[in-house]
């Protein structure tokens, strides 16, 4: 759509008009770096009356390539003719670099992509941070609690074929257990599991006999 923008300003205009909730767009600086539209592409969507806009610092070429620029969405932000809520997006990873591009961009909102797969408790984490400027302690298990959630939540949404073969990637990408020694067997089996109960009984067995004894598996690989 970023190479048709009367088509994605008409399609934009049409969805607002049929809809009675209220229509947010999400995109992306424009096609390439020789299109870098977004400051006046934001503009146009206003005019189109969406409610609030999106911007993830790529342009489509770069696919996930380099880093994300943020001076443009700082730019979008920052024109007197935008009065729509502007969410930035792109490589925030941490608590502090949210509260860093936050303050610098004076976006309205930040979304988190990638940085939560796996970590679901890093917007726990981003708001206290926020809020305190501290980071608060999330312990172990109620990591797990959450990764259990997700999966529990991931099923009821789908079924629970798709809803786990949808999870696993998000528990081989976990940082909760990244760096286990020997954990190797355990996660194959973590991610060939096929039904809940399967998956949960080795929940149950890392966490009553893996995590625990994390710290004292790690220093053994030294
Ligand atoms: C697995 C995966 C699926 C995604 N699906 C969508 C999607 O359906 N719609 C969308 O607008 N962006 C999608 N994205 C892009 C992200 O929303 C986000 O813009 C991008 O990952 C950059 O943010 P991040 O650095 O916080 O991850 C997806 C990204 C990933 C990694």
């Known amino acids: 759509m970023l190479r048709n923008i009367p088509l994605l300003l008409a399609i934009t205009r049409e969805v607002v008009k049929a809809v009675k909730v209220p229509v947010t767009v999400k995109t992306r600086l424009g096609w390439d770096c020789n299109n870098k539209i977004i400051v006046e592409l934001a503009e146009q969507l206003q005019d189109c009356g969406i409610s609030a806009l999106t911007i993830h610092g790529r342009t489509r070429s770069q696919m996930y390539n380099g880093e994300a620029d943020w001076t443009l969405i700082g730019e979008v932000k920052n024109n007197p003719r935008m009065t729509i809520p502007i969410i930035g997006n792109g490589d925030i990873t941490t608590p502090q670099k949210l509260v860093e591009y936050y303050d610098r961009y004076g976006v309205d909102g930040i979304m988190v992509g990638r940085a939560s797969i796996g970590a679901p408790w890093i917007f726990s984490e981003m708001k206290h941070y926020l ?88 220093t053994k690989t030294v």
């Open 131 to 218: 809020a305190t400027g501290e980071m608060p302690v999330i312990t172990d298990s109620e990591k797990m609690a959450l990764l259990r959630r997700q999966i529990d939540e991931s099923i009821d949404r789908i079924d629970e074929y798709r809803g786990i073969l949808h999870i696993r990637r998000h528990l081989a990408a976990t940082p909760l257990l990244k760096g286990i020694y020997n954990f190797r067997d355990t996660r194959i089996a973590m991610l060939q599991a096929n039904t809940r109960d399967e998956l949960v009984a080795i929940l149950d067995r890392i966490e009553s006999d893996i995590l625990p004894n994390r710290d004292n598996l790690k």
